[in-house]
């Protein structure tokens, strides 16, 4: 059908179908394959997006013909519908809907009610006897109409609708009567005149009309071309209009509407589930003015009123019917909305239905078993963002409570403990015989290496600064524990021993509980449930293994953590960073002598005691992923930070034997303006290469030891923030040289791999030089995009969310992987990496590792692993599977 | 000739030429070519490189008829020096020399003296009657050899020398006489024995082809391997080995030994200039225990002993008209040395003279008046690098003086003040009526924006952290003030007004020099000379602006500097950094109530305060450079920088009646870990969108009321730290809204340019997009070298000077552009922009817009203009002409 520009939909049958997105939008292909699925659906007609683009191209008008054929439509639709547009006896009314390709919420939605005027009111107040419903429909009419299609002020209107209130001494619009809704249709009507100079207009056809147009023009207003231009959206799509007869549920007793979903969406049991209001409207539902009903007898329980199926059992079945009818169409749950007419049953709309994590596992692993649809689809029916929640700790869902503060969710779960301020006390109170003083939450301005034990001490943290890759978050991830971070209002008096927010006071030992879900802090004792990982949950994951290629490790600095993660189904470790091992009471000594360290030899005393902390520290973790590899980052951060605050100095300087004043003047050497910037990662190896060597003869003898007890172990070493190939070149060669020297004094044969962090824009820029030094490339993605933009972790969290509200930034790329800056330098480095040495090995361990879209984004990049806290492993196997899947769906489209 | 491997010269005539460098080494080519200009040179021999490769290809084996071809050539030399190689009554000696394409510091360098043993020594003896010379001739062969080419251990032989010298109780090898000299050749023989197994060789043709074999070994030892790497040199290239007759300055009266230069290397004149020894070696010039004398009359002064052209006159006319060979066949000077044995004069070297600035540009403009040279090459002969310090007063160069610490040169010149500690003091002094006190020298940890006023009112700066692009540093340059940079050793006491360098301590008030050239410090007054800039400079730079495509532009803040880089010939201002005028006395009292504001509208109204005092600026900016664009960068800096220290913040309260401990807390919360990633650039024109307003107001207004007075401004405006296009999007909008409204108002037309700074990698990587809102890029390389590397300005200190030491980094990127990186990120940019915006306009604005090697590669990335400090416009422009010439070149060859 050549040129077809309306599209007739109704009585079975639709001129449309449901893949016609393009011409019709997604809502008009939508009403179309559910009218030729047999569903009954209030007849209607869509206008294709090309009129929208001849309006755009012509300056407004319409094509040749148009009026006709929408004419034509209309007869369809009184013909279906047994009602007539502008018949005063019978009215038809209209609603007018945009729809484009995509849903774009910058455009005009809806104008309801179109074809009301005082005689089809009059017609329709017969019909429905409900005075006050008409005319309440009738003001809706002219207060959309005046806003969207005359752009008039909608605030005159309203205050309309408010002076009658008050003069009527009344809260709530449903407080007005018929006669006062009658009365301010008049005084709209005046309103109109007064602004526009025009009628409001009584014809329903010129309302029709009108409201076509408006939804045209509504395609070039700013707020939808810049919604457009932040999401990639092309201007000449244009949106379809449609045009569809209203029905109304409260034409009486035979009369009804309600919401139902095909599965239960809390939990996916295979259930018809929802609810309904007889005689009734949509928006009295929403209102909940009255007490809506459950649709069947499976759901009501004692003291529900009478469910569908037992008023009307024969448009339950009619209605359950096309539950199975929907579900076998679309394949999955559907959130559906009806009404009934008169004994008449009308779907409003179908769509897929929202459901929880628990739910969303069921359902797909249960369809699957029905036939419904095949594993790859059962996949991709859920959304790895959702299951992390599923293995942590929750609120108690029923429990009741006030939100103190906000913050930024930083790890999920929940936690609930009495607030300390220090990391000490948190080990302290940890150790105390009072089992409830033992819980702690731990709130700081933010945390820091040296807070290590205390963090592990405690239920979980609450830091005022920093944001979702701050350390307290990335630590909190690593751990399992809930941490709320960057909460700007917490306002922390180390001193007195309190923290206010907006004038609560909340003091040292007091109740807090965090839902690190939502980033909700509570004040007091929140009831919280444990996580069940069920059976169906295992079953999709082994489903999506069958799918991905990324292999996926995990970021992991102890052996509990290593097990806990493999437990996930992690098959190696992609960051083991060696810094958090530091801070032990009795290492923690020696790293300080090292830092204070007089020359080279003091420097290599200190860490001759060192080692066999080190050593044992790799022990445990290379046991505890045997048969599996393990990459090892050697130290990291600026020394700087193991240095204790200045008030203890003079006390490590008694221990250590020094002169605190020269280590005053050292711990001041050592203060950097820019730390992130700063003497840090291999910069460190390069100036005290003994530092590097005592690490890699700790992981070498570890591996070594354990390998000659049959262990297989699989130690690769990591040389952090390289920049310039000599580093790497320089320390390869430092590493080489203690295996050797390790492997020949212990004569048992290990393989090993040395690689580098990408991380420095440089190194990535260099890559393919790097790459000749480098058995594998991990991609550090937390400094990478930190160098990339600019933008300090510690301190971006004060723009960042100003520009999410912008819309600068769609997300944020600490968050998620920014494909365009950043992931042009990963793909930049792949290539020039491969290009030099075809069997390197590529992985990322920035906390992007764990975030979907940055997975998918990963596969894509030609990535062999990505590595992630261990609570995120899972999620990071199913998004892996999703991104081969989804690139197989776009391949087949 | 095919297949020749050994190529001799001597007699005026040789087998090679000069520009057979790839087979003959750099050395061999010279020592051809000045054969064959018919300049006496010891007679010789080189054996090609190609020997080389073939030694290295087959285990260290000469190719067939090798030794017959040397033979050969050594008989040619015995008949061209009238001596015998092994006679032992006029022993011809040998030097043996590496020599490859370019000189290499790794590999073996120089064997003396080979044919001497017994029988020669003794031949020698009766020949020069200098039993001591020849002893000391034959213990240095066997020294060297036992080192260089059987790899003996040196320290040995040292000990030997030593032990005798003890026994003789004296300090100095001269004190040595014959005897002791020939019994330590017999000891050092017995040595070689016992080390080595071998007897030291008595055979000259055996110690020749020792020394041959050691040059060739010398190619693939270590040091030669990584040299060659880190200066991408070829393996295969190999190195010519040099075999060349020894002459005697020594042999009595009509001897003698001497160095010259073909002009004077100081000032450049046009005279023969240089010193001999006669009945000397040239070991006795470098010794120091002779006082050279003279070689002209010219040069001769009171007391002077006779000069050559007085004793030898015959050989003085021939010397003379070597020189003038010389000139005519380098055409440029050359620093030559020569011996005369028994009356005959031998050249040893000729070489391109090494020259002051000065010199150079006399020499090269009188040369091009002389036509030896056109212009072109003129403007090549001196070094941009070279003629900064023309511009800058310095150290009386005859003043003696010690020196007390070093640092970075940061900022050429000379300073001379008593010490201060505070940029206060520095402003109180300077206005004391006691001029001596009025100059002061502002030491410091490190200075900051607020430091500005004083440090205009002091000489020059001391600081002892921060490198080359400190604040100082940058601060200094742009005044033309005299900077020392990162002194480490500098501990500052500032609660005593002290600083101590290892023990000795400096009050405030003592007086202190800078050698801003040099990084030298020192106590005291040393007198100090004004800069000329001569006519010969005013002519060459006119010819390097004839030749130069790039434009050259000047970083200025204020109108006086904007005049004095008008004076040496900037073409425009390429960034006027809007922050540092925010710290007058006035200025900054508003811009600290701004960052107080508790709301928009109280920060509007301080910035309404602002508004004159930049509007005032920003006029004197524009009409310093009346007829040339001024880029205005818009607020870069963190807010916090503009916050007083703790301290002060009570007083400041008082000032803006607002609470002190609101406004420490408002400090704190701006504190940020990272500044140099933090809320900073246009992150706070999105923030504070009232900020830019009002720079942008400004900015117009100056712009408009000059252009009603007739004055041709053109004013860009420049948008800092754009990272997503997104900013630099709403900040176009912004700054564009502003000047629309301003020209509206003010009824004049302004043509103004908006463009970016691309300073995050992200802006480079995203250019095709940020070019869309661009109507110019400048590259600031300062912040996009910290990015891309990692490195912070304020603390890469620490670790560049290591890095630069072990060959990790062969320059100092914040000094020289790292064109495989950051230069990587530049030609994208450039590329993407274009792409985008063929008409975008491209310069460079960092610190290295002054470095010639960084213009050379701007040049070539196709940029339109470098913007440097005052004092490196010159620099600058001479620097682009040399980028223009040198490709020429090479496209020549």
């Known amino acids: 059908m050549p040129h077809r520009r309306v599209y007739y939909f109704g009585g079975g049958k639709a001129d449309g179908r449901g893949e016609m997105k393009n011409i019709l939008g997604g809502k008009g292909a939508n009403l179309a394959e559910m009218t030729n699925l047999g569903i009954p659906v209030p007849a209607g007609f869509t206008i294709s997006t090309k009129v929208c683009t001849h309006y755009m191209d012509s300056d407004g008008t319409f094509p040749d013909g148009l009026k006709d054929e929408v004419a034509a439509a209309i007869t369809k639709v009184e013909e279906a519908m047994g009602t007539g547009f502008g018949n005063p006896d019978d009215p038809l009314l209209f609603s007018v809907r945009s729809g484009a390709r995509v849903s774009m919420p910058g455009m005009m939605d809806t104008v309801l009610n179109i074809g009301l005027n005082e005689k089809t009111a009059a017609g329709l107040i017969k019909k429905t006897g409900d005075e006050r419903f008409v005319y309440d429909s009738y003001r809706r009419l002219i207060q959309m109409y005046a806003d969207v299609v005359m752009s008039l002020d909608s605030e005159a209107f309203h ?84 045009v569809q007869a209203m029905v109304f549920g409260n034409m009486g007793k035979n009369s009804a509407t309600g919401v139902a979903f095909t599965r239960d969406p809390a939990t996916g049991e295979k259930v018809f589930y929802g609810e309904y209001l007889p005689n009734a409207q949509g928006e009295d539902v929403v209102a909940g003015v009255r007490t809506p009903r459950p649709i069947n007898l499976a759901q009501k329980q004692e003291g529900d009123e009478e469910s569908l199926e037992e008023t009307m059992p024969s448009i339950y079945q009619e209605l359950e019917a096309i539950r199975q009818n929907l579900e076998r169409h679309y394949t999955d749950t559907q959130d559906i909305e009806f009404t009934i007419q008169e004994g008449k049953l009308w779907m409003l709309q179908t769509r897929t239905g929202k459901r929880t994590a628990e739910a969303a596992i069921r359902i797909a692993v249960e ?67 009072d089992a409830e003083k033992a819980r702690t939450i731990l709130v700081r301005e933010e945390t820091s290496p040296e807070d290590i034990d205390g963090m592990n001490a405690s239920q979980g943290f609450l830091t005022a600064r920093g944001g979702m890759t701050s350390h307290a978050a990335v630590v909190a991830r690593g751990m399992g524990k809930c941490c709320i971070a960057g909460a700007g209002d917490v306002k922390i008096d180390y001193a007195a021993r309190t923290f206010s927010v907006s004038g609560t006071v909340i003091k040292e030992g007091d109740w807090l509980t965090l839902n690190g879900s939502t980033g909700e802090v509570i004040l007091g004792q929140v009831p919280t449930v444990e996580a069940e990982l069920s059976g169906n949950f295992a079953t999709l994951l082994e489903w999506a293994d069958e799918f991905r290629q990324l292999g996926v490790r995990t970021n992991a600095d102890t052996p509990e953590d290593a097990a806990r993660a493999r437990g996930f189904g992690a098959e190696g470790i992609g960051l083991c ?177 040395i690689g580098t962090m990408i991380e420095i824009p440089r190194a990535a820029l260099t890559a393919d030089e790097v790459a000749e030094y ?120």
């Open 159 to 242: 205050g309309i609708l408010e002076a009658r209130k008050k003069t009527k001494g009344v809260w709530h619009d449903l407080e007005l009567d018929a006669n006062d809704l009658r009365e301010i249709t008049v005084e709209y009507k005046k309103k109109v005149k007064e602004l526009s100079g025009k009628e409001f207009p009584d014809d329903p056809t010129e309302q029709l009309w009108g409201a076509i147009s408006a939804v045209f023009e509504s395609w070039n207003i700013p707020r939808a071309i810049s919604y457009r231009r932040l999401n990639d959206i092309a201007d000449d799509w244009g949106t379809a209009v449609n």
């Open 367 to 433: 369809m699957e078993a029905e036939g419904l649809i095949d594993r790859k689809t059962a996949v991709l029916r859920v959304e790895p963002e959702q299951i992390e929640r599923l293995l942590h700790k929750g609120l108690d869902p029923s429990a009741k409570y006030d939100v103190l503060a906000k913050g930024l969710p930083a790890s999920p779960g929940a936690a609930v403990g009495r607030v300390v301020f220090t990391a000490e006390d948190a080990v302290g109170w940890a150790e105390s015989d």
């Open 774 to 893: 480098a058995d594998f490339f991990s991609f550090g993605t937390n400094d990478l995009t930190q160098m990339t933009y600019g933008y300090s972790r510690d301190d971006a969290g004060a723009f960042i969310k100003d520009y999410l509200k912008k819309g600068i930034l769609r997300k944020d790329p600490f968050q998620s992987l920014d494909q365009r800056g950043v992931g042009q330098l990963v793909k930049m480095a792949v290539e020039k990496g491969r290009q030099i040495n075809p069997d390197l090995h590529l992985g990322i361990c920035g906390e992007h590792g764990g975030d979907p879209a940055s997975i998918d984004f990963c596969h894509h990049a030609g990535l062999a692993y990505v590595s992630c806290s261990p609570y995120r492993v899972p999620v990071a196997r199913l998004a892996a599977a999703h991104a081969v899947l989804r690139a197989r769906m776009r391949s087949f489209h």
């Open 577 to 753: 960073r060696t810094e958090h091992m530091f801070f032990g009471d009795e290492r923690i000594r020696h790293i300080r002598a090292m830092i204070m360290a007089a020359d080279e030899t003091e420097r290599r005393a200190a860490l001759d005691k060192l080692l066999p902390f080190q050593r044992a520290d790799f022990e445990g973790i290379l046991e505890a992923m045997e048969g599996l590899p393990v990459t090892i980052r050697l130290l990291d951060p600026p020394l700087h930070e193991f240095i204790p605050p200045d008030e203890e100095i003079g006390q490590l300087a008694k221990e250590l034997g020094k002169d605190a004043a020269q280590m005053i003047e050292r711990a001041e050497e050592l203060r950097e303006a820019n730390p992130m910037l700063g003497h840090r990662g291999c910069r460190l190896g390069i100036t005290y290469p003994e530092v590097y060597e005592m690490q890699a003869r700790a992981i070498f003898e570890a591996a070594c030891s354990l390998a000659r007890r049959g262990v297989d172990v699989k130690p690769e070493v990591m040389v952090p923030l390289v920049g310039e190939p000599k580093e790497l070149a320089i320390l390869r060669e430092l590493v080489d040289r203690v295996a050797r020297e390790v492997i020949a004094q212990e004569k048992v044969a290990v393989d090993i791999r």
